[in-house]
C-alpha cells in the first residue's frame, strides 16, 4: 500500500473527520468565549472593583529604556485567560452531563425481545399437543 493510499484511508476515517470538525468548532467557540470574556465580563467587574482595566494588571520587572520595552509580567491577561478557561471547561462539562443523560435514556429504554422463529413455533405447539395428550 502506497503512502498516498494509507493517507488516504486514515483521514477518511469517521473519527478523523468527526475530530477535525470538533477541533474547528472548538477554536471558534473558544474566540467566542475569549471576547465574551475581555469585552463583557471584565469592564463591569473592573468597574466594581475599582475602575480597573485588567489588561493592564502587570508587575514591571524592568523599566523601558529608550528603544527597548519594559519588561512586564501580566498577570491581569493571565486573570482573563483563567477566566476564559472556567466557562469554557463549564460548558464543555454541561455538554458532556447533557450527553450522558442522554445516552442513560436510550439505555434505559428496553428493546422488544425477539418474536420466535416458525422453527420455535412449531416446537412449542408440538410441545403443547403433548402435554395434553399425556
Known amino acids: 500500500m502506497s503512502f498516498v493510499t ?10 478523523v ?6 477541533i474547528i468548532i472548538g477554536a471558534s467557540f473558544g474566540k467566542i468565549v475569549a471576547s465574551f470574556v475581555k469585552d463583557i465580563i471584565m469592564p463591569p467587574l473592573g468597574l ?3 475602575g480597573v482595566n485588567f489588561s493592564d494588571l502587570a508587575i514591571v520587572l524592568k523599566e523601558a529604556q ?3 520595552a519594559a ?11 483563567l477566566v476564559d478557561f472556567l466557562i469554557v471547561a463549564f460548558a464543555i462539562f454541561v455538554a458532556i452531563k447533557v450527553m450522558n ?4 435514556k436510550e ?5 422488544e425481545p425477539p418474536k420466535p422463529s416458525n422453527e420455535e413455533l412449531l416446537l412449542t405447539e408440538i410441545r ?5 395428550k399425556a
Open 17 to 22: 473527520v468527526d475530530m477535525a470538525v470538533g
Open 48 to 50: 466594581l472593583i475599582g
Open 6 to 15: 494509507e493517507f488516504k484511508a486514515f483521514a477518511m476515517k469517521g473519527n
Open 101 to 104: 443523560s442522554l445516552k442513560k
Open 71 to 81: 519588561v512586564t509580567m501580566n498577570y491581569g491577561v493571565f486573570i482573563q485567560t
Open 128 to 132: 403443547d399437543l403433548l402435554k395434553d
Open 66 to 68: 529608550g528603544d527597548i
Open 107 to 111: 439505555e434505559a429504554a428496553p428493546a
